[in-house]
């Protein structure tokens, strides 16, 4: 049979673009398209022809590339003309051209599509963060005064003042006019207490001037007459002297200790660099005072150079006192040569005496005071008294017992000491007292 002589019949099929042709029976004897028999054999002059229609593949047609082009037209441009049009289009959109994966599926295989709902939505919001449409809202000028005209002060405030007064309900008290404050600063007591009364301690006879403490309380000023006799109703209730002398010299020495700097300063680390106290005392009580002061700073690490004069007889309470220093490791001298040449830490004086006033014209007290005032070291008194006549050596502090006497400006900064005197002891000598000390043993005065 002649190949001119078959009847093709072509039908498209819109779905799949597959074309349908009629060919005749090849299950005898099939003749090609080059007139060559298959290795079936036979003869092909007498077969009978099969109009069945078989499925074959057509060529598929080209299609056009996106935006109106041909695979020719595309790869008949240059590499650069393609890559500038590649960049202008939408990655979103862009696909992958493969003629053999669309032409070699089957009739009844569809062309995967992919879901673009996920990739348009992050499209959207990338272009609703990063797209274009910023410029003309950075262009313009934000107006502050216009926005600053719109919040009305005035109004804000009256309507916090009106919430404070709606939730003063809780803690009011009395009638509303009289109601207090709804906020309390930190200084503030929302009990009603007492009102403070500053002046706690009176005298019968005051002195000629007055001090406060740190926290306002008002201490007056005794005389030394006044002072005496509240020592003597002490000792005879069983305050000794010994016993007023310890406590004197433990005060004294707290006191001292932190002048010297405290725990920066007298600490384990710093064993090469102690400090010296110079301890100026005289034949009296008050020297007496000072030795037992001397005795605790060296009980705590402090070097003590004790000067007291040589006498033939002394008081009790001196020997008694120097016997106990003797077991430190202070020095003792009895010569202004054998004080240190060098500037000390700090120099406590304790020549003068309330009563003995003759001892000023004395050699080794007028050396000692003016070694003390040669020597740059600052000056602590302890119980100095109070006479006419100037103060020898100029103190930068004073530490007074029980109640301060006036002292003059001389001496400097004036410091009060609880030796533990009890309040009918006070009120045996006419003296109203409440104790200003608080929890110190050593408060700071300052004048009133």
């Known amino acids: 049979m002649d190949i001119k002589e078959l009847k093709i019949l072509e039908i498209r099929n819109g779905s799949n673009g597959v074309t349908k042709r009629s060919v005749p029976d090849t299950s005898s004897s099939s003749v090609g398209y080059n007139g060559r028999k298959d290795k079936g054999g036979g003869c092909g002059g007498s077969s009978q022809v099969n109009s069945a229609p078989v499925t074959v593949p057509s060529k598929p047609e080209p299609r056009l590339q996106e935006g109106g082009m041909s695979p020719a037209q595309h790869y008949s441009k240059s590499y650069g003309e393609r890559h500038v049009e590649m960049a202008g289009q939408n990655k979103g959109f862009r696909r992958r051209h493969n003629s053999w994966s669309s032409s070699s599926r089957g009739p009844n295989q569809a062309t995967p599509k992919k879901n673009g709902s996920k990739n348009g939505q992050m499209k959207n919001k990338d272009d609703e963060c990063f797209g274009d449409g910023m410029d003309d809202v ?212 304790c020549l003068d005496s309330h009563e003995n006033t003759f001892l000023r014209d004395q050699p080794w007290y007028r050396a000692a005071a003016d070694w003390a005032n040669q020597n740059r070291a600052p000056v602590l008194s302890i119980d100095p008294p109070v006479n006419g006549q100037e103060q020898a050596v100029e103190a930068k502090w004073s530490l007074s017992l029980g109640l301060p006497l006036p002292l003059p400006e001389r001496a400097g900064r004036v410091y009060l000491c609880d030796i533990g005197l009890p309040r009918q002891v006070f009120q045996e000598v006419g003296i109203k007292y409440h104790s200003p000390f608080g929890c110190k043993f050593v408060i700071p005065l300052h004048p009133a």
Do not use: W
């Open 138 to 349: 950075l262009d313009e000028d934000f107006d502050f005064e216009g926005n600053l005209a719109l919040f009305d002060k005035a109004a804000v405030f009256s309507q916090i003042e009106s919430s404070d007064r709606r939730g003063n309900g809780a803690r009011s008290r009395g009638t509303p006019a009289e109601q207090p404050p709804s906020r309390y600063r930190h200084d503030e007591n929302i009990l009603e207490a007492k009102p403070v009364v500053y002046r706690q301690i009176t005298v019968p006879q005051p002195g000629t001037k007055e001090y406060s403490t740190d926290s306002g309380l008002v201490v007056p000023s005794i005389s030394y007459e006044l002072h005496k006799r509240l020592l003597s109703v002490a000792e005879s209730y069983g305050l000794s002297l010994e016993r007023r002398l310890e406590m004197t010299g433990v005060c004294a020495s707290q006191m001292a200790l932190t002048l010297l700097g405290g725990p920066n300063r007298l600490t384990p680390k710093n064993v090469h660099q102690r400090p010296t106290v110079a301890l100026l005392c005289g034949p009296h009580v008050q020297g007496a005072q000072g030795i037992s002061c001397g005795r605790h700073l060296a009980n705590h690490e402090v070097e003590v150079v004790l000067f007291l004069p040589n006498f033939v007889k002394m008081l009790e309470a001196i020997t008694s006192e120097l016997t106990l220093f003797s077991k430190t490791s202070g020095k003792q001298v009895s010569s202004i040569k054998d004080l240190p040449d060098t500037p000390v830490d700090l120099v406590i004086n």
